[in-house]
């Protein structure tokens, strides 16, 4: 399967491109020195997946920038008493944002079941759903990951991966994974689709270890 990953965040609603950072302002240059490093982007949009943006020595994230990936959103529900309680058994026991992440990372991951894998019903979409059934395909499971780890106020986005389906290319499906912000290494791409034979995720900062390894 040949991939390319498409590094876009998206928080409650408008897709943000970012790696490693905050977001171009639509209409911003395509290289630019900010307060927080240098930037380079190729921009040709402001709701463009084509957005591929690299940011340099990014240390510090304003709090206002953050909020989109916090927040409950209708499909990323973290309010929800069920996300929020299961989100704080989880994370009970762990000092570390790292620690508390892989946790719900591995919760996800394993304990539920991807629908095209199980042959599973019904198809869920929004996080306190698939809680209530344990099933949903990659972008489901992505939305549990992201409510549970905003629950714990761990900033958390949705990112995605075009994957080819056949060896002409030309065939392809969008595969849905996490990006989640930790202190230490800034935006780390984590999939919590659900390991089988051949695919084996893993939550190891600063190393990403994806369901579908991205394309040199």
Aim: include cysteine; hydrophobic fraction near 40%.
């Amino acid at each position: 399967v040949a991939t390319k990953t498409s590094r876009v965040l998206f928080g409650s609603s408008a897709p943000v491109a970012t790696v490693h950072g905050v977001a171009p302002r639509p209409g911003q240059s395509a290289e630019s020195e900010t307060p927080y490093g240098t930037r380079s982007a190729n921009v040709s949009g402001s709701r463009s997946l084509a957005w591929n943006v690299l940011v340099i020595a990014r240390t510090k994230y304003p709090e206002a920038e953050l909020q989109p990936f916090l927040r409950s959103s209708s499909q990323i529900d973290s309010e929800a008493e069920s996300v929020r309680a299961l989100a704080q058994e989880l994370a009970s026991g762990h000092a570390s944002d790292v620690a508390k992440a892989r946790a719900c990372f591995e919760w996800v991951r394993d304990e539920v079941r991807h629908s095209h894998d199980h042959a599973c019903n019904p198809v869920t979409c929004r996080a306190s759903e698939v809680l209530q059934y344990r099933t949903g395909y990659c972008y489901a499971k992505s939305h549990l990951l992201a409510a549970f780890l905003r629950a714990l106020g761990i900033p958390a986005g949705l990112c995605y991966q075009r994957l080819s389906i056949d060896e002409s290319g030309q065939a392809f499906c969008l595969h849905g994974l996490n990006a989640v912000l930790l202190e230490e290494h800034g935006w780390y791409l984590a999939d919590p689709r659900g390991n089988k034979e051949g695919i084996h995720a893993a939550f190891d900062p600063p190393q990403e270890r994806l369901a579908f390894p991205k394309a040199v």
